[in-house]
């Protein structure tokens, strides 16, 4: 029993989870101690990193026609799915059962998603875990993700808590794909992947901080179709 649970490569992605888990809870405890001007000082912050993290994720493309063929091909298949309707409706179901009354709720799940999920360290790890190297980088990223979990529920609230677990079943399925996922998942492909994401942390950055309402998760098909594009037009 003990030999096969050590066979399934998903510990990092089950740390990386409860570390988010544990940060979020201890943030949105420190949320409630926060004075409202603080808060919209911390929120506008967070808006401002989100557009220069963003802007350093976009900057690893390789290939500016796979960017923008992605994030428009992406973005056109997610309106017509209606993904971010569907998000809403999740989020609300969400906020019923566990009594949250905060109106960003659907707004920190996705903003937390995103700037966990999309960078190249995640993905990486994830590969390196299913086969068989360890789950080291996971670990570092844990860590990172976890202080960073607890300044976005104290800035966004409790949605970042619901992160965790989308966050964990994204890593979790590269890691146990990880040997038919290695050849396509290249460092060039994962630099469009996150190239595209870092187009929607922009896109987040804009909405917390009022600038612009962007539908961000309409924008997640984008992600399927940088993979695409970056393995057939992105050479190793």
């Given at each position: 029993m003990e030999s096969t649970v050590a066979t399934i490569p998903i510990l990092g992605s089950l740390a990386n989870s409860g570390a988010i888990l544990a940060g979020g809870f201890l943030g949105v405890l420190l949320r409630s101690r926060f004075p409202e001007r603080l808060s919209t000082?911390?929120?506008q912050v967070m808006g401002l990193f989100s557009l220069s993290l963003g802007v350093s994720m976009a900057s690893k493309s390789a290939n500016s026609l796979v960017l923008i063929f992605s994030i428009v091909a992406g973005a056109m298949a997610?309106?017509?799915?209606?993904?971010?309707?569907h998000t809403d409706r999740m989020a609300?179901?969400?906020?019923?059962?566990?009594?949250?009354?905060?109106?960003?709720?659907?707004?920190?799940?996705?903003?937390?998603?995103?700037?966990?999920?999309?960078?190249s360290m995640g993905i990486l790890g994830a590969i390196e875990e299913g086969l068989g190297k360890g789950p080291h980088l996971l670990y570092i990223k844990a860590m990172l993700d976890g202080a960073a979990s607890m300044i976005l529920a104290a800035t966004?609230?409790?949605?970042?808590?619901?992160a965790a677990l989308p966050l964990g079943v994204y890593q979790g399925s590269i890691a146990l794909l990880a040997g038919q996922l290695a050849g396509v998942l290249t460092?060039?492909?994962?630099?469009?992947?996150?190239?595209?994401?870092?187009?929607?942390?922009m896109g987040i950055g804009l909405s917390l901080m009022g600038v612009l309402k962007i539908k961000t998760m309409n924008l997640?098909?984008?992600?399927?179709?940088?993979?695409?594009?970056?393995?057939?037009?992105?050479p190793v």
């Open positions: 000082i911390a929120f997610g309106e017509l799915l209606r993904l971010e309707d609300t179901k969400l906020k019923q059962r566990f009594a949250a009354h905060d109106e960003g709720f659907s707004q920190a799940f996705m903003t937390t998603f995103l700037l966990f999920a999309m960078g966004l609230g409790p949605g970042v808590l619901v460092p060039p492909v994962v630099n469009e992947i996150s190239a595209v994401g870092g187009l929607m942390i997640m098909p984008s992600i399927v179709v940088a993979a695409i594009l970056g393995y057939a037009f992105c």
